[in-house]
């Protein structure tokens, strides 16, 4: 999967305007290039169409659900509009989002700061949140697509490391050793399930 992501990350680069599916689909294949193996089509186009039949973590859709009694959400995704709308129409059902933004609508990748540009935009003509008060709080897994660009944007954020503070366990989300001193999320949480649950222990917590 390691090698697989670096694949994609180069054509992101290259050709920033592709779809995420056909990225996929093309990466696929160098990959198995690489190993001395042919895919056909038939097997490389649908291993990128597939995405939108992923399933969430079992405490995504709960965590969401939480959320969105407090805080507007929005998503930035370097997925395709195929793929995006199949997971928030499925798999994140019924959770509530009030924006989706992604890479083939602002023709780039993240990390590239257009499509924080984008985010910012549209964050506040779209839902009135201006990032400058400090409305906007980037939520995100992947250490390099998203936190790096963050702490260099000077958005506030929070990690959701799924065991990525472990060796073993950095895969696709990068290496937090490695991006030492490029890195500025204020808080860590294991799950966004963990998370919402704090959120609402601290909004509790003002009532009481």
Same mark, same amino acid.
């Given at each position: 999967?390691?090698?697989?992501?670096?694949?994609?990350?180069?054509?992101?680069?290259?050709?920033?305007?592709?779809?995420?599916?056909?990225?996929?689909?093309?990466?696929?294949?160098?990959?198995?290039?690489?190993?001395?193996?042919?895919?056909?089509?038939?097997?490389?186009?649908? /291993?990128?169409?597939?995405?939108?039949?992923?399933?969430?973590?079992?405490?995504?859709?709960?965590?969401?659900?939480?959320?969105?009694?407090?805080?507007?959400?929005?998503?930035?995704?370097?997925?395709?509009?195929?793929?995006?709308?199949?997971?928030?129409?499925?798999?994140?059902?019924?959770?509530?989002?009030?924006?989706?933004?992604?890479?083939?609508?602002?023709?780039?990748?993240?990390?590239?700061?257009?499509?924080?540009?984008?985010?910012?935009?549209?964050?506040?003509?779209?839902?009135?949140?201006?990032?400058?008060?400090?409305?906007?709080?980037?939520?995100?897994?992947?250490?390099?697509?998203?936190?790096?660009?963050?702490?260099?944007?000077?958005?506030?954020?929070?990690?959701?490391?799924?065991?990525?503070?472990?060796?073993?366990?950095?895969?696709?989300?990068?290496?937090?050793?490695?991006?030492?001193?490029?890195?500025?999320?204020?808080?860590?949480?294991?799950?966004?399930?963990?998370?919402?649950?704090?959120?609402?222990?601290? /909004?509790?917590?003002?009532?009481?």
């Amino acid at each position: 999967m390691r090698r697989l992501d670096e694949i994609v990350s180069a054509h992101q680069a290259r050709t920033p305007t592709l779809p995420y599916n056909e990225m996929l689909a093309m990466s696929l294949s160098d990959l198995a290039h690489e190993a001395g193996i042919s895919v056909p089509d038939s097997v490389s186009e649908p /291993f990128g169409n597939a995405v939108g039949t992923w399933a969430a973590f079992p405490d995504t859709v709960a965590g969401l659900q939480k959320l969105a009694k407090h805080y507007k959400l929005i998503i930035l995704s370097n997925v395709d509009n195929a793929n995006v709308k199949a997971t928030v129409e499925k798999q994140l059902a019924p959770a509530k989002l009030d924006a989706v933004y992604t890479a083939q609508d602002i023709g780039n990748y993240k990390p590239s700061h257009a499509n924080f540009g984008y985010l910012f935009k549209h964050a506040k003509e779209d839902l009135g949140i201006d990032w400058t008060h400090g409305d906007l709080l980037h939520v995100a897994r992947s250490l390099p697509v998203d936190h790096v660009p963050a702490k260099e944007l000077g958005l506030r954020s929070v990690w959701i490391s799924r065991g990525g503070e472990k060796k073993e366990s950095e895969g696709v989300g990068g290496s937090l050793e490695g991006l030492k001193g490029k890195l500025g999320f204020e808080w860590r949480f294991d799950t966004i399930g963990d998370f919402a649950d704090e959120v609402e222990r601290q /909004f509790a917590a003002k009532k009481s």
